[in-house]
């Protein structure tokens, strides 16, 4: 291509409402343009590095047995009523009507659709095991779109759906898509990590987030150097502290007078103690039942945790009037003893003594509260956020925090969706049976975002050979000597005859603002043909990861640049 003819529209100046840097690079680069709040143009640089992670996307889901087909993206409510999720998606899934007043919606993602096809195709075992995926739009509304295309409303994603007969296929199918994924981000130059992640909004029974190492991440991931073991932080384990040696003397109750001392800051003030020592009493109501969540004063209890151990659909915090009826007083001075609810206690409560509670009763804290003395308490579970430092719950080192962009996820959904939807086949003795389902995404633009968060510099974007929009840059100094032109359109003509993306930047533009527009748009190689180097027969070479800068004949450019990109 010729630059003079390619809309790359760059931009010198930092975008005022682009925090990160890859925000930021996308614009300066002409890769995107915003239309809307979290809806986006790919230009035709930007498509170009889309369409290759396309490919490799595309390559690695084929030679594990997946199969590309495409979906539509509007979406008859009818399927979503089926699965449930019409009433539990909540604001992100974007519904509407058609002039026959039927209800759709612009799909978020495509369990119901994918189940809705295979179950009206797929009768008997030997159909089994199917991998189904497509490379798509998808559109979720967003509360809060930022980042540029990293947290959009609309956005390309793979998605894959995996049919088993039984678990063990289930699993290897799993594996499979796994495997796929770490080649996958292998080849776009990221640093990674796979993370035990909850199923959320998606449903299942187990699943793995992929994060790409980046301080400006949105999400942060648990470590642990030793054992390898990773996690998100909804889903990183805790464990219980192992009891203490010496035995604390248990203290008379005391029942103390603390007038609108409300907060756990408020009673370690008034009373002179830790938080380590006083307990938190929440009251939720799980599917309109109450539950009491006590955990120790400086921890937070992880609602995910908590709804996943009850195994209920909707979890709240219980209204004034509903602490009040189970309670006996109001919010602030809620405590175990006498609660009128299933209690359960989190593992930092675990063998702790002479601890403060809410008195339940209005402007009064109990000091020196016990465990089965005081209060029954037989439930110690998992319930609290993971702390940088905390064992691990695999082997006891010391956990470790990091921040990534999540690009993919995948879920093992089990039979959520075949049982909702009624996904059937028959095995091999008749008998009819539930496919086993899995489900595998991939944001393919935030592998692009995330890709330019790991890979630039303060001259602009650094791209892998994998992805960069072109291989070669071939830049004439000034395109009005003759000798420069002619030179640069032979190694142009060269590269493209050895199968190389080439640009040629034929733009009659100072020297220096070719320069850094290569820089920024971040093409592995610059070719420059300069005056005093034609001279000699020959250009430099410029790479732009380290700089390096390489001379050698013209009639060998073409060829040097094609070694270095296809040894990669
Ligand atoms: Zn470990």
Redesign the pocket.
Known sequence: MRYSQMFIPTVREIPADAETVSHQLMIRAGLIRKLASGIYTYLPLGLRVIKKVEQIIREEMNRAGAQELVMPVVQPAELWKESGRWEHYGKELLRFRDRKDSEYCLAPTHEEVITDLVRNEVKSYRQLPLNLYQIQTKFRDEMRPRFGVIRCREFVMKDAYSFDIDEEGAELSYRKMFDAYQRIFTRCGLRFRAVEADTGSIGGSFSHEFLVMAETGEDEMVY??????AANMEKAETIRPEEAKESKELKPLEEVFTPNVKTIEEVCQFLQVSPQDVVKTLVYMADGRPVAVLIRGDEEVNEIKVKNLLGCDTLEMATDEEIIKYAGSHRGFVGPIGLKCRMMADFSLWGRTNLVVGANREDYHIKNANYPRDFDLKEFHDLRFIHEGD???????Q?NFARGIEVGHVFKLGTKYSRAMRAVYLDRNGQEKYMIMGCYGIGVGRVVAACIEQHHDDGGIIWPISLAPFHVIITPVNVRERALNEAAEKIYQSCIDLGLEALLDDRDERAGVKFNDADLIGIPFRITVGPKKVAEGKVEIKHRLDGRVDVVPIEAAASYCQKAVFAV
Not at 224 to 229: A, E, H, I, L, T
């Open positions: 642990c150097d030793r054992c390898g073991y064992p691990c719950p695999r082997c006891g080192a956990i």
